[in-house]
């Protein structure tokens, strides 16, 4: 079995699908636009071959390369989980004539605004939304929208250039922002508390499922620099308010025509109970939402992707014996870090329920917090019982404090 897979060394949790791969026995071609001699260590022993290209998001010339690369070679899958390079995947499978999702397939989980239509259509719950080139078509859906609304890429990842807009005049002072993008979704605001759905699907069917919960809504930890972003997996799937986001998820798999391999839901649980549709990836969550799944469950789901995308079959426990805490810290100040208050006693208090602490030292540069989820380091606590979760959570988010200058 060989496998091609796109960005191997980046994002940094892509080296763990690529260790995933290597150890149920595939060889892994790697491409990126890292050099060779700079890939992470961690990725170096488990790749078979690796191929340097100036630009990654240069699809064409990707896809030229890598073909007069491979040539002569068997290659049986074409695989990624990095959001900006899952179009590419499956234009070389189209092109090769290899198993796995096609270009419109993947083109409803990539652009927001088909997504929506498709499920809409299927007459799923999404929020009102119209996809938008100009100021004038801008101004013209936020009339028939109304207001809160929001303003995002169609192809857009996480809360990068996704603005909140609750007025005219406020519109009006977001315009100019969105002047890079030559398109854009312009969507009704949901109120409420918003989750995850996860899963790791054979087939379309989903072999393990996981809901986490935002503390607060990402969109608001983007505006506020003090705040320090929780996400906290649920491991009771069960309980009645849940299972709104579950039939929801499952029905948006199968409409969108989901195969093999990770997908990535977001969505909304309004006031009055109603699950709203939020937007949906075929590739895995960021920021170590697969870490939080593996800690929840005690399984390793790098390896279980690679099982299910290359061989067909998933052997791992499903049984879900934590509720899982991802605490992101941000350094107040600028320039290096020189101190963090309160980490030692924080530990001390949760014992061996801290599962990873990752958070940057003294003397290490001060990481832009809005250009990345995990910012100056993560903490990540587990335990049965959801009050204690939040306990944790709530004391590392005041407790612990990074200082920089």
């Known amino acids: ?56 998001l240069d699809e064409q010339d990707v896809a030229n390369r890598v073909s007069d690369w491979m040539r002569g070679r068997t290659v049986d899958r074409v695989l990624t989980n990095w959001e900006p390079c899952v179009l590419l995947a499956a234009r070389l499978r ?28 299927a007459g799923l719950r999404v929020p009102k939304s119209r996809r938008v080139h100009n100021a004038t078509e801008v101004r013209e859906a936020a009339e028939e929208i109304g207001y809160p609304l929001i303003l995002k890429p169609i192809g857009g990842a996480g809360c990068a ?15 100019p922002a969105l002047g890079r993008l030559s398109e854009a979704s312009c969507e009704e605001y949901i109120d409420g508390e918003e989750l995850t759905y996860d899963t790791v699907c054979m087939r379309g069917k989903p072999m393990i499922e996981n809901v986490t919960l935002y503390l607060p809504k990402p969109l608001e930890a983007a505006k506020q620099e003090w705040i320090s972003p929780m996400a906290i997996s649920v491991r ?19 409409v969108l025509g989901m195969d093999d391999g990770f997908t990535h839901m977001e969505w909304f649980l309004t006031p ?16 170590g939402l697969v870490d939080q799944i593996n800690y929840t469950c005690d399984i390793d789901l790098y390896r279980e992707w690679a099982r299910v995308s290359c061989w067909g079959y998933f052997e791992a426990s499903t049984v879900r014996k934590y509720n899982v805490g991802m605490i992101f810290k941000r350094a107040r100040g600028w320039g290096h870090i020189t101190r963090i208050d309160g980490l030692r006693d924080w530990l ?48 590392a988010a005041s407790d612990i404090q990074i200082h920089a200058q």
């Open 161 to 175: 250039d996704t603005y909140k807009v609750t007025s005219a005049a406020e519109l009006e002072s977001t315009l």
């Open 272 to 287: 009055s109970g109603e699950a709203v549709f939020g937007e949906i990836a075929c590739r895995a969550g960021g920021a």
């Open 236 to 254: 009771d799937l069960s309980q009645p308010k849940l299972a709104g986001g579950l039939a929801l998820g499952r029905a948006a798999l199968e």
């Open 1 to 56: 079995m060989r496998a091609v897979f796109l960005s191997p060394g980046y994002p940094a949790e892509m080296t763990h699908f690529v260790r995933g791969l290597a150890e149920v026995g595939v060889a892994v071609y790697g491409v990126g636009d890292t050099p060779r001699e700079a890939l992470p260590g961690s990725v170096k022993p488990y790749l078979a071959d690796y191929l340097t290209v100036p630009r990654m």
């Open 94 to 121: 189209e092109r090769w004539g290899m198993p796995g999702m096609s270009v419109d397939t993947v083109m409803g989980f990539r652009d927001k605004e088909l997504m929506k239509t498709r499920l809409r259509a």
């Open 348 to 395: 001390h208090a949760c014992g061996g329920w801290v599962v990873d602490e990752k958070l940057s030292r003294p003397g290490t540069p001060r990481r832009d917090w809005k250009q990345a989820q995990l910012a100056d380091g993560r903490l990540m606590v587990r335990h049965p019982e959801w009050d204690q979760v939040m306990r944790m959570c709530m004391a």
